[in-house]
């Protein structure tokens, strides 16, 4: 599942693609990954009511930025676009005429210029905000501030949790809620909480704001540290043995104790979990 780092460096992908162009033909289709059919894809696109190709075309591409996991194309005369990836989706590029490696059924989101086609196939979500302001302003409202945007403060985070989450939270699951804090996902939540030594069942109740805020302040290293190109690292010990310190690992041994790695679905969408039973304390 693509986390919040990943979505940045789609973002900075894309950017020379579509900032600054004419947008010259233009697919938003707003229902969720699986709801349509296979059946449409032998109906014109143009036919299908469900996809809605007004409001973009012939307009310029003012900016492509990720906030969190979603990523946003703004619009010269306002109109802004949202993607969600989810667990499936992805993005390719194309050269206008060129045939595309997936289905047209499956596309969310194309957008056309004179040079490029980029296409993000099966999005969780993809929703065109035509009141752009205020859309938008509720959206943000739904999401905690973004890890990696400047001058986020990892300080609110702790009176974010407590407000919008019940004492008996594990932390794996506060460490997944956007609203506190977005960009953290199910690799970054086991990593952080083994490198900050917490049980990812420890309950909120339980943990200090300090140990809060150690916790994000991790995660938005790890983040930022991840922005370049390359797999994802969170164990920058340079001896071959592994790049991450317990995802994946279960039943091997800790790297800094020995004792063998644990692994479960944990938490309210019982995630893949990962944890060192010795090191890490409920
Ligand atoms: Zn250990």
């Known amino acids: 599942m693509p986390e ?57 591409v003012e900016r492509v930025y990720a906030e969190g996991k979603h990523l946003f194309f703004e619009f010269e005369q306002g109109v802004l676009v949202r993607s969600h990836l989810g667990m499936y989706g ?10 595309w490696k997936k289905p047209e059924w499956q596309a969310s989101l194309a957008l056309w210029t004179e040079r490029d086609v980029m296409v993000c196939f099966n999005a969780k979500e993809v929703e065109l905000l035509k009141a752009a302001t205020i859309r938008h302003a509720n959206f943000r409202n739904r999401l905690g501030p973004d890890l990696l945007a400047p001058g986020s403060d990892v300080i609110l985070a702790a009176p974010r949790a407590r407000e919008l989450l019940d004492a008996d939270a594990p932390l794996l699951d506060v460490l997944l809620d956007q609203r506190i804090a977005s960009g953290i996902g199910n690799v970054y939540k086991s990593e952080v909480l083994f490198m900050e030594r917490q049980h990812p069942l420890r309950v909120l109740g339980d943990t200090s704001d300090g140990e809060l805020q150690s916790l994000y302040a991790r995660a938005r290293a790890l983040l930022s540290r991840n922005l370049g190109g390359g797999p994802r690292v969170t164990r920058f010990v340079p001896d071959g043995r592994g790049s991450l310190w317990v995802y994946s690992r279960r039943g091997r041994p ?7 790695i644990q692994a479960g679905r944990l938490g309210r969408d019982m995630r893949s979990t990962y944890w060192c039973p010795a090191c890490q304390i409920v």
């Open 90 to 99: 992805d993005w390719h590029r194309y050269q206008p005429g060129e045939p």
């Open 4 to 60: 919040g780092d990943t979505i940045h460096k789609l973002a900075a992908a894309i950017r020379p693609r579509l900032e600054g162009r004419t947008v010259r033909e233009a697919w938003v289709r707003s229902e969720p990954r699986g709801t349509f059919k296979r059946s449409q894809a032998s109906t014109a696109l143009a036919a299908d009511p469900s996809i809605d190709h007004s409001g973009l075309i012939g307009h310029r």
């Open 254 to 260: 800790c790297f800094r104790c020995g004792a063998k």
